[in-house]
């Protein structure tokens, strides 16, 4: 870092001034990491067995730490649930990066909103936590939401500019209506095509022209 004094050009050692940092990256310790892989593992599975609502205790408990462990790694749910999903989060923004130079730019936003319903369909609550952190980028979950509306912006930015989605569509509210659309398949297990038309009415009001 640089200073002016007395017309004098004096530097300071950036090591002085860095920001404290360092320990918060350092590496874990084994068993403090074996109890994150275990945490991680077991909210998977009560997450898919019994939804996003689950007890954490019991996620504790099923890996073999006190709830004061869980606490020290997710200071709370939603940066537990930010953590376990992080994975398809990764896949999910693998696919958009593929789909960007797809030659039908209407049909890859389509087939990426597809893929984010059967995501949010696999565990129960999950839609709904997902509307909630697209409103909160200081939630656990906006590691989450945050990439993904990016990545989904991109893809609608390419089909707008082809014509094929209204220019007023915003990668907000159509994120809000998948979402919606994934709820509402939540709540109607016993109807498996109502996501895809649902999904097929929203897109009747977003289309232009082309698409």
Request: some cysteine.
């Amino acid at each position: 870092m640089a200073t002016e004094t007395a017309g004098q050009r004096q530097t300071t050692d950036p090591a002085a001034t860095a920001p404290a940092r360092a320990q918060d990256v350092r590496p874990m310790r084994a068993d403090a990491r074996r109890n994150y892989e275990r945490l991680l593992t077991e909210a998977r599975t009560a997450f898919t067995e019994h939804g996003t609502d689950t007890s954490l205790e019991d996620i504790a408990r099923r890996a073999g730490v006190g709830i004061g462990t869980l606490y020290r790694h997710f200071p709370n749910r939603t940066a537990l649930m930010g953590a376990v999903f992080q994975g398809e989060v990764d896949a999910l923004l693998t696919q958009a990066r593929e789909l960007a130079d797809a030659p039908q730019p209407c049909a890859a936003l389509v087939e990426w909103l597809r893929a984010i319903i059967t995501h949010a369909t696999t565990y129960r609550g999950l839609s709904r936590a997902l509307m909630t952190a697209s409103a909160d980028d200081s939630s656990g979950m906006a590691r989450c939401s945050v990439p993904m509306r990016e990545a989904g912006e991109a893809l609608l930015t390419r089909a707008q500019r082809a014509g094929a989605v209204r220019s007023d569509v915003s990668i907000g509210d159509l994120m809000q209506l998948t979402n919606g659309i994934a709820l509402a398949a939540e709540e109607s297990p016993d109807d498996p095509q109502l996501a895809d038309r649902l999904l097929t009415l929203t897109l009747r009001g977003l289309k232009g022209e082309s698409c």
